[in-house]
């Protein structure tokens, strides 16, 4: 065990053990003052009478009368049990159905302030019937019903008597029991209400309502427990602390309340949860020392079956609960024990966790034995049932250790998210690296591409254009104004490749109004005019630099054969839009030509020229050629295929 998680045990320990002592001190001392006039009575004569049967306690009684033969005795009043000698006469005494009936008779002398309410306290009062309570021979108070019902002896007797009462003589007890069961009575206490009370009330609250208020608090956090078991049914250690917490709340049942059940069943219930405790600790520090422990956890789940069915009621095996409890406790606590030190022995070098539950778990077998001594007269009635503070020492082990996991749990929680920003963090960085290189290479390739595309263009026309004119002029066979013309068309090509290298975003209207202002100046410097009727079309989003130079050279070409071939006056460039596509259409009023003799033809390498590059684009073009002029058509496609 850690040096933190020891000091929270030792402290959550001390806490519960530093407020029984104060608990204690405030029975003995509270009250106290000068000219005390409270009576200490501590002698006591003691009578026992056989019944046939549970009866109504009469309204009166006269202890001269009752017979027998009265026996001193000192309070506390503890007499001896045979256990063997009343587990073994159990049966018969219960199909007999008879009763016994102790008297205990309390002299009382010295001083009573008459002024002053009165009351009558006593700090426990053991039977399994009904107890009734005289006052100078009048019935004053009464528990429960007739028959052999559960009282609970962690209630202290507290009896208030009327201001200006008769001074109290003789206090008479009546206590019906089972037979070879026995009573007990502790040393009772006469005087002021006012001054009593206080002793009543702090010993009700240290051996009921505190021991209540823990139980629930760990029973609460039991069932917290089992509805995170629902959400997470892979982790059984949840569901064990809920059984854990169920069978402490059922076992200190009997410490603070009184049902009206019969005895019997309520034994048998808080008799057998003690083993189910037993089990469930015993699951729970298998879970902590990870041994399966076959051979201990079948003799323990065999011996819990079989005690449960030996005790029911409705079987009668073992007869008259209340009388074989006493027998069947060693057997919970030998269980106890041996499950301690075997996982004990299992944890003590491996888990801090175990070992922590087997100091705990020793720590309630103590507790639970010094009740079976109280209870069984072997020890003073008036000390404490340190049994009900099994629950708050489970309580305080078993959440020591839901706290360190919920601690470690945070703890690995925050370790998790640190190495998770430090590999988000470093793979951040592996992909902004790896993306700059990217960006590089994409930059490299594009760069290196369309220097490839221009050399290609420029290679396939301008290179192509000078090299044909610069082999005519040295022949001579090429006149002055062909040269010119020439040299006007590769000064028009070069314009041309430098305009597709300008982004147009999918623009059709954007890269032929480019095309106008390049070829404007020059039909009119030729006398041709030119009509534009270029309207709103569709965006392209596939038009590329190399595809938009693809249009201007096909558009290019088809206007540069108008003037070159047609002797025209006027081109018309309109634009349409169908579902077919985008439609440029370039009409003339000159000359027509014969289609197929000019592809067929030399000289129709041009024409050839833009049904490839059409193709290029997955689109097509059309010449319909008569007297009156020709219409090109270029049909593009509205999205790439």
């Not at 089972?178 to 007990?184: D, F, G, H, L």
Request: glycine share 6%.
């Amino acid at each position: 065990m850690n040096t933190r998680t020891a000091r929270l045990a030792g402290g959550l320990l001390a806490i519960l053990s530093c407020a029984v002592l104060v608990a204690a001190a405030l029975l003995y001392l509270g009250g106290g003052h000068a000219g005390d006039t409270r009576i200490h009575l501590t002698r006591a004569s003691w009578l026992q009478q056989e019944a046939e049967a549970f009866t109504t306690p009469p309204q009166s009684v006269s202890s001269a009368f009752l017979a027998g033969e009265w026996q001193s005795v000192e309070l506390p009043f503890r007499p001896r049990i045979a256990l063997l000698r009343q587990a073994a006469s159990g049966r018969a005494d219960e199909q007999a159905q008879h009763v016994r009936v102790s008297w205990i008779r309390v002299d009382v002398t010295g001083p009573q302030q008459g002024a002053e309410a009165l009351a009558i306290y006593g700090a426990r009062i053991k039977t399994d019937g009904t107890v009734a309570v005289y006052i100078n021979g009048r019935l004053a108070h009464r528990s429960q019903q007739n028959g052999p019902l559960y009282n609970s002896t962690r209630t202290p007797l507290w009896i208030t008597l009327e201001p200006g009462q008769a001074p109290v003589k003789e206090i008479l007890l009546r206590l019906e029991h089972t037979p070879r069961s026995q009573v007990a009575l502790s040393s009772l206490w006469l005087g002021p209400a006012d001054v009593l009370r206080q002793a009543f009330l702090v010993r009700e609250w240290v051996q009921k309502e505190l021991p209540a208020l823990l139980s629930s608090a760990f029973m609460a956090v039991g069932l917290f427990a089992l509805f995170v078991w629902f959400r997470r049914p892979q982790d059984i250690a949840y569901l064990l602390f809920f059984n854990l917490s169920a069978t402490c709340f059922l076992r200190g049942l009997h410490f603070y309340v009184s049902l009206p059940i019969a005895n019997n069943w309520f034994a048998w219930l808080t008799v057998n949860s003690l083993f189910w405790l037993v089990l469930a600790v015993h699951f729970f520090l298998r879970q902590l020392h990870h041994r399966p422990l076959k051979w201990l956890t079948r003799s323990l789940v065999g011996i819990t079956a079989l005690i449960g069915v030996l005790t029911t009621p409705v079987l009668a095996v073992l007869p008259n609960m209340p009388t074989v409890t006493p027998m069947i406790y060693p057997v919970a606590a030998l269980m106890c024990l041996i499950a301690s030190f075997v996982a004990g022995f299992l944890s003590w070098k491996h888990s801090s966790e175990g070992r922590l539950v087997v100091v705990g778990l020793l720590l309630c077998i103590g507790m639970g034995m010094t009740d079976w001594l109280l209870q069984n007269n072997f020890i003073s009635v008036e000390g404490f049932y340190m049994g009900a503070y099994m629950p708050a020492v489970c309580f305080a082990t078993f959440g020591v250790l839901l706290y360190r996991r919920y601690v470690s749990a945070i703890a690995e929680v925050e370790q998790a998210n640190v190495r998770l920003a430090e590999r988000l963090k470093a793979r951040e960085a592996e992909l902004e690296a790896s993306h700059r290189r990217l960006r590089e290479s994409e930059l490299r390739q594009t760069i290196s591409d369309e220097r490839q595309r221009l050399m290609q263009d420029m290679h396939d026309g301008l290179g192509s254009s000078l090299i044909g004119a610069i082999r005519s002029v040295e022949h001579g066979k090429i006149s002055g104004d062909r040269v010119a013309q020439i040299l006007k068309d590769c000064l028009d090509d070069l314009k041309l490749t430098i305009d597709s290298m300008e982004p147009v975003d999918a623009d059709l209207l954007l890269l032929l109004a480019t095309l106008r202002f390049r070829l404007e100046p020059r039909l009119e410097g030729s006398g041709v005019r030119l009509i534009w009727e270029v309207r709103e079309v569709p965006t392209l989003e596939w038009l590329t630099p190399s595809s938009a130079l693809h249009i201007l050279r096909i558009v290019q070409e088809s206007i540069a054969n108008i003037l070159r071939h047609t002797r025209a006056t006027e081109i018309r460039v309109a634009t349409s839009a169908h579902e077919e596509g985008i439609q440029i259409s370039i009409a003339d009023n000159g000359a027509g030509f014969d289609l197929a003799a000019a592809l067929a033809s030399g000289s129709g390498r041009g024409l050839q020229n833009q049904q490839r590059r059409a193709a290029a684009l997955n689109g097509s073009v059309v010449w319909d050629s008569r007297a009156a002029g020709t219409t090109f058509t270029l049909l593009l496609p509205l999205q790439a295929n």
